[in-house]
Protein backbone atom coordinates (compact mmCIF):
# COMPACT_ATOMS: atom_id res chain seq x y z
CA UNK A 1 0.00 0.00 0.00
CA UNK A 2 2.88 2.81 0.87
CA UNK A 3 4.42 1.82 -2.25
CA UNK A 4 1.19 2.44 -4.46
CA UNK A 5 0.79 5.71 -2.35
CA UNK A 6 4.44 6.64 -3.19
CA UNK A 7 4.09 5.71 -6.82
CA UNK A 8 1.34 8.87 -7.34
CA UNK A 9 3.28 11.25 -5.31
CA UNK A 10 5.46 12.81 -8.08
CA UNK A 11 2.16 13.18 -9.86
CA UNK A 12 -0.17 14.51 -7.30
CA UNK A 13 2.70 17.20 -6.75
CA UNK A 14 3.36 17.66 -10.26
CA UNK A 15 -0.76 18.39 -10.87
CA UNK A 16 -1.24 20.63 -7.48
CA UNK A 17 2.09 23.08 -8.70
CA UNK A 18 1.21 23.13 -12.35
CA UNK A 19 -2.52 24.45 -10.87
CA UNK A 20 -0.86 26.53 -8.28
CA UNK A 21 1.96 28.40 -10.05
CA UNK A 22 0.53 27.86 -13.53
CA UNK A 23 4.68 27.02 -14.04
CA UNK A 24 4.59 23.26 -16.15
CA UNK A 25 7.82 23.57 -16.57
CA UNK A 26 9.01 24.01 -13.21
CA UNK A 27 6.42 21.39 -12.09
CA UNK A 28 7.79 19.08 -14.48
CA UNK A 29 11.00 19.00 -13.22
CA UNK A 30 10.42 19.24 -9.57
CA UNK A 31 8.27 16.28 -9.87
CA UNK A 32 11.01 14.25 -11.99
CA UNK A 33 13.12 14.82 -9.06
CA UNK A 34 11.02 14.09 -6.98
CA UNK A 35 10.53 10.57 -8.11
CA UNK A 36 14.25 10.31 -8.86
CA UNK A 37 14.06 10.88 -5.04
CA UNK A 38 11.93 8.45 -4.20
CA UNK A 39 13.42 5.14 -6.25
CA UNK A 40 16.96 6.17 -5.46
CA UNK A 41 16.88 8.06 -1.96
CA UNK A 42 20.25 8.46 -0.87
CA UNK A 43 21.63 7.31 -4.28
CA UNK A 44 19.93 10.50 -5.55
CA UNK A 45 22.54 11.73 -7.27
CA UNK A 46 23.89 8.28 -9.49
CA UNK A 47 20.12 7.45 -9.78
CA UNK A 48 19.07 10.88 -11.43
CA UNK A 49 22.43 10.70 -14.03
CA UNK A 50 21.48 6.66 -14.44
CA UNK A 51 17.60 7.72 -15.51
CA UNK A 52 19.04 10.75 -17.51
CA UNK A 53 21.26 8.09 -19.69
CA UNK A 54 18.15 5.94 -20.10
CA UNK A 55 16.02 8.10 -20.84
CA UNK A 56 17.87 9.83 -23.52
CA UNK A 57 19.24 6.80 -25.07
CA UNK A 58 15.40 5.48 -25.46
CA UNK A 59 14.71 5.46 -29.31
CA UNK A 60 11.33 6.22 -28.46
CA UNK A 61 12.50 9.76 -26.88
CA UNK A 62 14.87 10.54 -29.28
CA UNK A 63 12.26 9.85 -32.13
CA UNK A 64 10.46 12.38 -29.83
CA UNK A 65 13.15 14.88 -29.45
CA UNK A 66 13.61 14.83 -33.46
CA UNK A 67 10.24 15.22 -34.10
CA UNK A 68 9.74 18.03 -32.04
CA UNK A 69 12.83 19.81 -33.34
CA UNK A 70 11.85 19.40 -36.69
CA UNK A 71 8.12 20.37 -36.42
CA UNK A 72 9.64 23.45 -34.89
CA UNK A 73 11.62 24.29 -37.49
CA UNK A 74 8.83 23.74 -40.00
CA UNK A 75 7.04 26.25 -38.54
CA UNK A 76 9.66 29.07 -38.33
CA UNK A 77 9.94 28.33 -42.49
CA UNK A 78 6.61 29.00 -42.54
CA UNK A 79 6.52 32.18 -40.39
CA UNK A 80 10.00 33.37 -42.44
CA UNK A 81 8.48 32.58 -45.52
CA UNK A 82 5.19 34.54 -44.73
CA UNK A 83 3.42 31.39 -46.24
CA UNK A 84 0.86 31.12 -43.25
CA UNK A 85 -0.29 34.32 -43.79
CA UNK A 86 -0.83 33.61 -47.47
CA UNK A 87 -3.14 30.50 -46.03
CA UNK A 88 -4.53 32.87 -43.85
CA UNK A 89 -5.81 35.11 -46.22
CA UNK A 90 -6.89 32.33 -48.52
CA UNK A 91 -9.15 30.66 -45.24
CA UNK A 92 -10.90 34.24 -44.37
CA UNK A 93 -12.32 34.03 -48.13
CA UNK A 94 -14.47 30.83 -46.87
CA UNK A 95 -14.68 31.42 -43.09
CA UNK A 96 -16.97 34.51 -43.10
CA UNK A 97 -18.90 33.61 -40.08
CA UNK A 98 -18.03 32.82 -36.46
CA UNK A 99 -19.90 28.60 -37.32
CA UNK A 100 -17.82 28.55 -40.47
CA UNK A 101 -14.55 29.53 -38.70
CA UNK A 102 -15.22 27.52 -35.72
CA UNK A 103 -15.94 24.31 -38.85
CA UNK A 104 -12.86 25.66 -40.30
CA UNK A 105 -10.90 25.69 -37.69
CA UNK A 106 -12.38 21.55 -36.39
CA UNK A 107 -11.35 20.92 -40.48
CA UNK A 108 -8.20 21.58 -40.43
CA UNK A 109 -7.13 20.39 -36.89
CA UNK A 110 -8.27 16.92 -38.55
CA UNK A 111 -6.26 17.50 -41.51
CA UNK A 112 -3.11 18.31 -39.45
CA UNK A 113 -3.28 15.56 -37.80
CA UNK A 114 0.12 14.52 -38.02
CA UNK A 115 1.54 16.33 -34.20
CA UNK A 116 -0.45 18.08 -31.95
CA UNK A 117 2.04 20.75 -31.50
CA UNK A 118 2.34 21.55 -35.69
CA UNK A 119 -1.10 21.28 -35.13
CA UNK A 120 -1.65 23.66 -32.56
CA UNK A 121 0.67 26.04 -33.95
CA UNK A 122 -0.70 26.14 -37.82
CA UNK A 123 -4.42 25.97 -36.94
CA UNK A 124 -4.27 29.43 -34.31
CA UNK A 125 -1.72 31.16 -36.15
CA UNK A 126 -3.76 30.67 -39.25
CA UNK A 127 -7.21 31.49 -38.07
CA UNK A 128 -7.06 33.70 -34.98
CA UNK A 129 -7.05 36.82 -36.65
CA UNK A 130 -9.85 35.86 -38.70
CA UNK A 131 -11.63 34.73 -35.38
CA UNK A 132 -11.28 38.04 -34.14
CA UNK A 133 -12.56 39.85 -36.90
CA UNK A 134 -16.01 37.52 -37.00
CA UNK A 135 -16.41 38.55 -33.28
CA UNK A 136 -15.77 34.75 -32.21
CA UNK A 137 -13.70 34.71 -28.80
CA UNK A 138 -10.48 33.73 -29.10
CA UNK A 139 -10.91 31.18 -26.01
CA UNK A 140 -13.29 29.14 -28.09
CA UNK A 141 -10.71 28.85 -30.81
CA UNK A 142 -8.57 27.92 -27.77
CA UNK A 143 -10.45 25.93 -26.74
CA UNK A 144 -11.38 23.75 -29.34
CA UNK A 145 -7.55 23.93 -31.27
CA UNK A 146 -6.05 22.02 -28.03
CA UNK A 147 -9.15 19.53 -27.56
CA UNK A 148 -8.27 18.77 -31.03
CA UNK A 149 -4.95 18.36 -31.50
CA UNK A 150 -4.52 16.53 -28.15
CA UNK A 151 -7.04 13.67 -28.85
CA UNK A 152 -6.35 13.45 -32.54
CA UNK A 153 -2.30 12.60 -31.88
CA UNK A 154 -3.72 9.79 -29.56
CA UNK A 155 -6.91 8.56 -31.38
CA UNK A 156 -5.01 8.59 -34.81
CA UNK A 157 -2.41 5.77 -35.27
CA UNK A 158 -0.58 7.54 -37.70
CA UNK A 159 0.90 10.27 -35.29
CA UNK A 160 3.89 11.49 -34.00
CA UNK A 161 2.80 10.44 -30.27
CA UNK A 162 1.31 7.22 -31.63
CA UNK A 163 4.86 6.41 -32.46
CA UNK A 164 6.65 7.36 -29.09
CA UNK A 165 3.55 5.40 -27.32
CA UNK A 166 4.05 2.43 -29.50
CA UNK A 167 8.24 2.86 -28.90
CA UNK A 168 6.78 2.58 -25.16
CA UNK A 169 4.82 -0.18 -24.47
CA UNK A 170 7.01 -2.33 -26.74
CA UNK A 171 9.16 -2.76 -23.58
CA UNK A 172 6.17 -4.73 -21.93
CA UNK A 173 6.07 -6.41 -25.06
CA UNK A 174 3.14 -4.76 -27.49
CA UNK A 175 3.34 -3.41 -30.25
CA UNK A 176 1.19 -1.60 -32.87
CA UNK A 177 -1.82 -3.65 -33.52
CA UNK A 178 -2.08 -3.71 -29.50
CA UNK A 179 -2.13 -0.07 -29.95
CA UNK A 180 -4.66 -0.23 -33.09
CA UNK A 181 -7.23 -2.45 -30.82
CA UNK A 182 -6.73 0.19 -27.77
CA UNK A 183 -8.15 3.23 -29.82
CA UNK A 184 -12.12 2.16 -29.49
CA UNK A 185 -11.34 2.23 -26.16
CA UNK A 186 -10.10 5.58 -25.54
CA UNK A 187 -13.63 7.22 -25.08
CA UNK A 188 -12.33 10.49 -23.52
CA UNK A 189 -10.64 11.59 -26.83
CA UNK A 190 -13.37 10.58 -28.84
CA UNK A 191 -16.25 12.13 -27.09
CA UNK A 192 -14.26 15.32 -26.60
CA UNK A 193 -13.99 15.48 -30.60
CA UNK A 194 -17.33 14.91 -31.36
CA UNK A 195 -18.31 17.72 -28.26
CA UNK A 196 -16.00 19.69 -30.14
CA UNK A 197 -17.46 19.74 -33.55
CA UNK A 198 -20.82 20.15 -31.67
CA UNK A 199 -19.99 22.96 -30.19
CA UNK A 200 -18.86 24.30 -33.13
CA UNK A 201 -22.23 23.61 -35.16
CA UNK A 202 -23.74 25.51 -32.12
CA UNK A 203 -25.64 22.33 -31.11
CA UNK A 204 -23.93 21.59 -27.30
CA UNK A 205 -24.23 24.56 -25.31
CA UNK A 206 -21.33 26.96 -23.88
CA UNK A 207 -20.78 26.38 -20.40
CA UNK A 208 -18.33 28.23 -17.41
CA UNK A 209 -15.91 30.65 -18.66
CA UNK A 210 -16.72 30.16 -22.23
CA UNK A 211 -19.94 31.33 -21.48
CA UNK A 212 -18.70 34.61 -20.21
CA UNK A 213 -16.50 34.89 -22.82
CA UNK A 214 -19.71 34.75 -25.12
CA UNK A 215 -21.43 37.52 -23.50
CA UNK A 216 -18.40 39.53 -22.90
CA UNK A 217 -18.43 39.71 -26.67
CA UNK A 218 -22.12 39.98 -26.94
CA UNK A 219 -21.86 42.81 -25.01
CA UNK A 220 -19.02 45.01 -27.40
CA UNK A 221 -15.95 43.40 -25.44
CA UNK A 222 -13.06 42.70 -27.20
CA UNK A 223 -12.96 39.14 -29.00
CA UNK A 224 -9.29 38.42 -27.18
CA UNK A 225 -8.90 40.06 -23.62
CA UNK A 226 -5.06 38.64 -22.41
CA UNK A 227 -5.27 38.17 -18.81
CA UNK A 228 -3.23 36.54 -16.33
CA UNK A 229 -0.78 34.52 -18.10
CA UNK A 230 1.35 30.82 -16.93
CA UNK A 231 4.38 30.68 -18.27
CA UNK A 232 5.26 30.82 -21.88
CA UNK A 233 7.00 27.00 -22.42
CA UNK A 234 7.29 27.54 -26.24
CA UNK A 235 9.50 30.78 -27.85
CA UNK A 236 7.79 31.78 -30.20
CA UNK A 237 8.50 34.97 -32.23
CA UNK A 238 5.58 37.27 -32.84
CA UNK A 239 4.20 36.42 -36.48
CA UNK A 240 4.59 39.21 -39.27
CA UNK A 241 1.43 39.73 -40.39
CA UNK A 242 2.79 42.07 -42.96
CA UNK A 243 5.02 38.97 -44.43
CA UNK A 244 2.63 37.98 -46.85
CA UNK A 245 3.15 35.23 -49.34
CA UNK A 246 1.43 32.92 -51.44
CA UNK A 247 -0.26 29.89 -49.84
CA UNK A 248 1.09 27.46 -51.90
CA UNK A 249 4.26 28.06 -49.74
CA UNK A 250 2.19 26.76 -46.47
CA UNK A 251 0.15 24.33 -48.90
CA UNK A 252 2.47 22.46 -50.57
CA UNK A 253 4.73 21.43 -47.84
CA UNK A 254 1.48 20.95 -45.50
CA UNK A 255 0.64 18.44 -48.11
CA UNK A 256 3.37 16.77 -48.75
CA UNK A 257 4.03 15.73 -44.74
CA UNK A 258 0.41 14.88 -44.44
CA UNK A 259 0.29 12.72 -47.77
CA UNK A 260 3.84 10.89 -46.50
CA UNK A 261 3.06 10.30 -43.65
CA UNK A 262 -0.87 8.64 -44.66
CA UNK A 263 1.32 6.49 -47.27
CA UNK A 264 3.60 5.70 -44.90
CA UNK A 265 1.80 4.77 -42.05
CA UNK A 266 -0.53 2.70 -44.29
CA UNK A 267 2.80 0.44 -45.16
CA UNK A 268 3.71 0.30 -41.48
CA UNK A 269 -0.24 -0.91 -40.90
CA UNK A 270 0.02 -3.84 -43.80
CA UNK A 271 3.29 -5.04 -41.84
CA UNK A 272 1.98 -4.74 -38.57
CA UNK A 273 -1.22 -6.76 -39.77
CA UNK A 274 0.68 -9.38 -41.69
CA UNK A 275 3.06 -9.50 -38.33
CA UNK A 276 -0.18 -10.24 -36.43
CA UNK A 277 -1.48 -13.25 -38.56
CA UNK A 278 2.02 -14.94 -38.40
CA UNK A 279 1.82 -14.44 -34.49
CA UNK A 280 -1.29 -16.03 -34.81
CA UNK A 281 -0.19 -18.75 -36.59
CA UNK A 282 2.11 -19.63 -34.12
CA UNK A 283 5.54 -17.64 -35.76
CA UNK A 284 7.31 -16.40 -32.83
CA UNK A 285 7.87 -12.52 -33.97
CA UNK A 286 8.93 -10.89 -30.90
CA UNK A 287 12.68 -10.56 -29.41
CA UNK A 288 13.07 -9.91 -26.07
CA UNK A 289 13.69 -6.33 -25.09
CA UNK A 290 16.26 -5.26 -22.30
CA UNK A 291 13.95 -5.17 -19.94
CA UNK A 292 12.59 -8.66 -20.07
CA UNK A 293 14.39 -9.27 -17.37
CA UNK A 294 14.55 -9.68 -13.04
CA UNK A 295 16.41 -10.82 -10.23
CA UNK A 296 15.03 -11.82 -7.20
CA UNK A 297 16.07 -12.85 -3.53
CA UNK A 298 13.88 -15.34 -2.91
CA UNK A 299 13.56 -16.30 1.27
CA UNK A 300 11.83 -19.26 2.00
CA UNK A 301 10.50 -17.88 5.62
CA UNK A 302 11.36 -20.45 8.11
CA UNK A 303 13.19 -20.76 12.08
CA UNK A 304 16.38 -21.27 10.00
CA UNK A 305 15.44 -19.13 6.34
CA UNK A 306 16.60 -20.46 3.11
CA UNK A 307 17.83 -18.02 0.82
CA UNK A 308 18.38 -18.30 -3.27
CA UNK A 309 19.08 -15.48 -5.48
CA UNK A 310 17.35 -15.58 -8.80
CA UNK A 311 18.34 -13.89 -12.21
CA UNK A 312 16.11 -14.14 -15.42
CA UNK A 313 17.25 -12.90 -18.24
CA UNK A 314 15.30 -13.24 -21.70
CA UNK A 315 17.74 -11.32 -23.75
CA UNK A 316 20.46 -13.89 -22.37
CA UNK A 317 18.60 -16.93 -22.60
CA UNK A 318 19.59 -17.85 -19.32
CA UNK A 319 18.61 -19.01 -15.47
CA UNK A 320 21.07 -18.49 -12.87
CA UNK A 321 20.09 -19.47 -9.51
CA UNK A 322 22.70 -18.88 -6.72
CA UNK A 323 21.87 -20.49 -3.14
CA UNK A 324 23.21 -18.20 -0.56
CA UNK A 325 24.04 -19.80 3.08
CA UNK A 326 21.93 -18.85 5.97
CA UNK A 327 25.31 -18.38 7.80
CA UNK A 328 26.65 -15.87 5.56
CA UNK A 329 27.82 -13.26 7.45
CA UNK A 330 26.64 -9.68 6.48
CA UNK A 331 26.94 -6.38 7.84
CA UNK A 332 23.95 -5.51 9.88
CA UNK A 333 23.65 -2.94 13.20
CA UNK A 334 27.01 -1.74 13.08
CA UNK A 335 28.61 -5.33 13.08
CA UNK A 336 28.18 -8.85 11.24
CA UNK A 337 25.98 -11.01 11.54
CA UNK A 338 24.36 -14.08 10.14
CA UNK A 339 22.18 -13.55 7.01
CA UNK A 340 19.61 -15.55 8.88
CA UNK A 341 19.59 -13.26 11.69
CA UNK A 342 19.48 -10.27 9.56
CA UNK A 343 16.13 -11.75 8.35
CA UNK A 344 14.38 -12.69 11.82
CA UNK A 345 15.17 -9.00 12.89
CA UNK A 346 14.91 -7.09 10.13
CA UNK A 347 12.90 -9.11 6.98
CA UNK A 348 13.84 -9.40 3.62
CA UNK A 349 13.68 -6.32 2.67
CA UNK A 350 17.41 -5.55 4.92
CA UNK A 351 18.88 -8.76 3.88
CA UNK A 352 17.86 -7.39 0.12
CA UNK A 353 20.03 -4.40 1.14
CA UNK A 354 22.54 -5.76 3.35
CA UNK A 355 23.51 -8.69 0.27
CA UNK A 356 24.18 -5.29 -1.71
CA UNK A 357 26.20 -3.57 0.17
CA UNK A 358 28.98 -6.80 0.22
CA UNK A 359 28.05 -7.65 -3.41
CA UNK A 360 27.47 -5.66 -6.93
CA UNK A 361 23.52 -6.56 -7.02
CA UNK A 362 20.91 -4.79 -9.36
CA UNK A 363 19.58 -1.66 -7.35
CA UNK A 364 16.27 -2.92 -8.73
CA UNK A 365 16.82 -6.46 -7.58
CA UNK A 366 13.44 -7.60 -5.89
CA UNK A 367 12.84 -9.66 -2.97
CA UNK A 368 10.06 -12.29 -2.27
CA UNK A 369 9.40 -13.74 1.21
CA UNK A 370 7.11 -16.53 1.35
CA UNK A 371 5.76 -18.97 4.13
CA UNK A 372 7.15 -23.00 3.65
CA UNK A 373 3.04 -23.66 3.14
CA UNK A 374 2.12 -21.37 1.19
CA UNK A 375 5.72 -22.36 -0.94
CA UNK A 376 4.69 -26.24 -0.87
CA UNK A 377 1.06 -25.32 -2.09
CA UNK A 378 2.47 -23.45 -4.87
CA UNK A 379 5.06 -26.79 -5.80
CA UNK A 380 2.44 -29.37 -5.85
CA UNK A 381 0.63 -28.26 -8.75
CA UNK A 382 4.19 -29.26 -10.97
CA UNK A 383 4.38 -32.71 -8.91
CA UNK A 384 7.21 -34.46 -7.75
CA UNK A 385 10.71 -32.95 -9.33
CA UNK A 386 13.37 -35.45 -9.98
CA UNK A 387 16.69 -34.15 -8.40
CA UNK A 388 20.10 -35.92 -8.29
CA UNK A 389 22.17 -34.50 -5.07
CA UNK A 390 25.77 -36.48 -5.96
CA UNK A 391 26.86 -33.00 -6.60
CA UNK A 392 25.90 -31.17 -3.62
CA UNK A 393 26.53 -34.02 -0.87
CA UNK A 394 28.86 -37.18 -0.42
CA UNK A 395 27.13 -40.78 -0.75
CA UNK A 396 27.44 -41.19 3.19
CA UNK A 397 26.16 -38.03 3.74
CA UNK A 398 22.80 -38.80 1.62
CA UNK A 399 22.82 -42.18 3.11
CA UNK A 400 22.37 -40.45 6.63
CA UNK A 401 19.29 -38.96 5.35
CA UNK A 402 18.05 -42.27 3.37
CA UNK A 403 18.84 -40.48 -0.23
CA UNK A 404 20.81 -42.48 -2.61
CA UNK A 405 23.55 -41.37 -4.96
CA UNK A 406 21.07 -41.83 -8.19
CA UNK A 407 18.28 -39.14 -9.62
CA UNK A 408 14.99 -39.61 -7.60
CA UNK A 409 11.82 -37.89 -7.18
CA UNK A 410 10.88 -35.65 -4.42
CA UNK A 411 7.89 -33.83 -3.74
CA UNK A 412 8.05 -29.80 -2.85
CA UNK A 413 7.11 -31.05 0.74
CA UNK A 414 9.42 -33.34 0.90
CA UNK A 415 12.33 -31.49 -0.69
CA UNK A 416 11.30 -28.65 2.10
CA UNK A 417 11.99 -31.16 5.34
CA UNK A 418 15.02 -32.40 3.80
CA UNK A 419 16.52 -29.12 3.30
CA UNK A 420 15.73 -27.87 6.67
CA UNK A 421 17.20 -30.88 8.06
CA UNK A 422 20.58 -30.34 6.29
CA UNK A 423 20.83 -26.58 7.17
CA UNK A 424 20.22 -27.88 11.15
CA UNK A 425 23.07 -30.06 10.30
CA UNK A 426 26.09 -29.00 12.23
CA UNK A 427 28.46 -31.34 10.49
CA UNK A 428 28.19 -30.23 6.92
CA UNK A 429 29.21 -26.89 5.94
CA UNK A 430 26.66 -24.31 4.87
CA UNK A 431 27.70 -24.55 1.23
CA UNK A 432 26.83 -28.38 1.17
CA UNK A 433 23.22 -27.35 2.63
CA UNK A 434 23.36 -24.38 0.19
CA UNK A 435 24.21 -26.32 -2.98
CA UNK A 436 21.06 -29.24 -2.21
CA UNK A 437 19.02 -26.03 -2.09
CA UNK A 438 20.43 -25.29 -5.23
CA UNK A 439 19.78 -28.49 -7.04
CA UNK A 440 16.41 -28.56 -5.82
CA UNK A 441 15.69 -25.23 -7.59
CA UNK A 442 17.69 -26.23 -10.71
CA UNK A 443 15.54 -29.32 -11.30
CA UNK A 444 12.30 -27.36 -10.81
CA UNK A 445 13.14 -24.51 -13.61
CA UNK A 446 14.50 -27.27 -15.78
CA UNK A 447 11.43 -29.31 -15.40
CA UNK A 448 8.79 -26.88 -15.30
CA UNK A 449 10.06 -24.27 -17.16
CA UNK A 450 7.08 -24.80 -19.88
CA UNK A 451 4.62 -24.28 -17.43
CA UNK A 452 6.00 -21.30 -15.50
CA UNK A 453 4.63 -18.40 -17.78
CA UNK A 454 0.89 -19.27 -17.29
CA UNK A 455 1.00 -20.50 -13.47
CA UNK A 456 3.78 -19.03 -11.61
CA UNK A 457 2.89 -15.10 -11.78
CA UNK A 458 -0.65 -16.04 -11.78
CA UNK A 459 -0.20 -18.27 -8.77
CA UNK A 460 1.89 -15.40 -6.54
CA UNK A 461 -1.09 -12.94 -7.61
CA UNK A 462 -3.40 -15.68 -6.02
CA UNK A 463 -1.29 -15.57 -2.67
CA UNK A 464 -0.29 -11.95 -2.67
CA UNK A 465 -1.84 -11.52 0.63
CA UNK A 466 0.61 -14.30 2.29
CA UNK A 467 3.75 -12.82 0.85
CA UNK A 468 6.21 -10.13 1.93
CA UNK A 469 7.59 -8.73 -1.50
CA UNK A 470 8.36 -6.05 -3.15
CA UNK A 471 7.54 -7.45 -6.94
CA UNK A 472 4.80 -5.19 -8.24
CA UNK A 473 2.21 -6.04 -10.85
CA UNK A 474 4.29 -4.59 -13.15
CA UNK A 475 6.94 -6.80 -12.08
CA UNK A 476 5.01 -9.95 -11.95
CA UNK A 477 4.24 -9.14 -15.76
CA UNK A 478 7.84 -8.76 -16.52
CA UNK A 479 8.38 -11.90 -14.81
CA UNK A 480 4.95 -13.79 -16.55
CA UNK A 481 6.95 -11.92 -20.14
CA UNK A 482 10.45 -12.72 -19.01
CA UNK A 483 9.29 -16.54 -18.42
CA UNK A 484 7.50 -16.62 -22.01
CA UNK A 485 10.04 -16.04 -23.84
CA UNK A 486 12.70 -18.57 -21.94
CA UNK A 487 10.32 -20.93 -22.42
CA UNK A 488 9.36 -20.56 -25.75
CA UNK A 489 13.07 -20.08 -26.59
CA UNK A 490 14.38 -22.17 -29.90
CA UNK A 491 17.96 -22.32 -28.22
CA UNK A 492 18.06 -24.21 -24.88
CA UNK A 493 17.99 -21.90 -22.13
CA UNK A 494 21.45 -21.72 -19.77
CA UNK A 495 20.15 -22.86 -16.78
CA UNK A 496 22.54 -22.96 -13.72
CA UNK A 497 22.63 -23.30 -10.42
CA UNK A 498 25.60 -23.61 -7.69
CA UNK A 499 26.22 -22.33 -4.06
CA UNK A 500 27.86 -19.35 -3.00
CA UNK A 501 31.23 -20.06 -2.04
CA UNK A 502 33.07 -18.13 1.45
CA UNK A 503 35.22 -18.89 3.91
CA UNK A 504 34.10 -21.27 6.32
CA UNK A 505 36.38 -21.60 9.91
CA UNK A 506 35.37 -21.57 13.26
CA UNK A 507 31.61 -21.51 13.16
CA UNK A 508 31.59 -18.33 10.50
CA UNK A 509 31.23 -18.09 6.78
CA UNK A 510 32.14 -14.99 5.59
CA UNK A 511 32.60 -13.33 2.12
CA UNK A 512 35.83 -13.95 0.18
CA UNK A 513 37.13 -13.56 -3.14
CA UNK A 514 35.28 -16.63 -4.46
CA UNK A 515 32.48 -15.07 -3.26
CA UNK A 516 32.47 -12.14 -4.99
CA UNK A 517 33.72 -13.91 -8.25
CA UNK A 518 30.75 -16.20 -7.67
CA UNK A 519 28.52 -13.45 -7.88
CA UNK A 520 30.12 -11.43 -11.09
CA UNK A 521 30.08 -14.41 -12.81
CA UNK A 522 26.47 -15.10 -12.17
CA UNK A 523 25.19 -11.98 -13.35
CA UNK A 524 27.81 -12.23 -16.62
CA UNK A 525 29.77 -9.34 -15.27
CA UNK A 526 33.40 -9.36 -15.79
CA UNK A 527 35.70 -8.69 -12.60
CA UNK A 528 36.64 -4.97 -13.93
CA UNK A 529 32.85 -4.32 -14.69
CA UNK A 530 31.98 -5.20 -11.31
CA UNK A 531 33.89 -2.95 -9.42
CA UNK A 532 33.23 0.00 -11.33
CA UNK A 533 29.76 -0.74 -11.20
CA UNK A 534 28.58 -1.64 -8.24
CA UNK A 535 25.01 -1.50 -7.32
CA UNK A 536 24.05 -0.71 -10.87
CA UNK A 537 22.42 -3.15 -13.55
CA UNK A 538 24.49 -6.04 -15.16
Known sequence: MLHTVMAFLPLAFLIVYALKTRKMADAMVLATLLAVLLVHRQHFFTGLID????????????????????????????????????????????????????????????????????????????????????????????????????????????????????????????GFTDYLQAVPFMFYPLAMMLVSLLMALGWFPKVGMLRQAYHRVASGGAAFEPGEKGEKLVDIDEVDEHNVSSAWNAIIPLAALVGGTVLLSRAQLRSSLRQAAKSQ????????????????????????????????????????????????????????????????????????????????????????????????????????????????????????????????GISAADAHSFLVALDADTSLSPRRSAAARAAVWDAFFRQALELLPTTLPQGLREVSSSLLTSLTAVDLATLERTLEFLATSAEPVDITADALPGEWAGGHYTVSDASRAAVQSFFNLSPAAAQSASGSEP
Open 281 to 408: SGVPIRLPKATDRCTVLLCVADETPGFVLAYLNAGQNCIHLLAVPAALEVPFGGKNVPLADCYTAAGPARCREALGEVFALPEDTDYLAIAPAVLTKLAARYGAVRVGFTGALTPEQLARYGKGTGVQ
Open 51 to 174: AMYTTLGNSSYQFALCSILGFGGMISLFQASGGLMGFRDLLAKAANTPRKTLLLAWLLSVIMFVDEYLNALTTTICLRDVSDKNRLPREHLAVQTNIMACCLCVTVPFTSWTAFSVGLISDFGL
